[in-house]
């Protein structure tokens, strides 16, 4: 059984930086893609960045510039350094993959950016 397990969020002052990571486990399958989605309190969830299985990355524009998304092959993992976050980044942090033909989501994980 597939399950992504996010790490990495907390409460950080505005103009301070996190780093996120996500690490994929229970499949030998190819990976993809492999991405960040984010829900902010009472908006729906909306993508911020992804990451081809070629290492080809797109942003969202609110996160162009601040944001860098990479992963590890070798471990199954996706990373998102987030740099001069701002209180509008603050959310839930999701990890999302497409690992043998389906895509999986993982549980979340909090960010709050204080001003």
């Known amino acids: 059984q597939v399950q992504l397990v996010e790490s990495g969020g907390g409460l950080v002052q505005a103009g301070g930086s996190l780093r996120l990571s996500c690490a994929a486990s229970?499949?030998?399958?190819?990976?993809?893609?492999m991405g960040w989605h984010r829900q902010a309190p009472g908006k729906q969830r909306e993508l911020v960045a992804v990451?081809?299985?070629?290492?080809?990355?797109n942003y969202a524009d609110s996160g162009k510039g601040r944001y860098t998304i990479s992963k590890d092959n070798a471990k199954n993992m996706v990373f998102l350094q987030m740099n001069s976050l701002k209180p509008e980044d603050t959310g839930v942090y999701y990890c999302?993959?497409?690992?043998?033909?389906?895509?999986?989501w993982g549980q979340g994980t909090q960010v709050t950016v204080s001003s």
């Open positions: 990451i081809t299985s070629i290492g080809s990355a």
């Open positions: 999302l993959m497409h690992i043998g033909g389906r895509f999986y």
């Open positions: 229970g499949s030998s399958s190819s990976i993809y893609i």
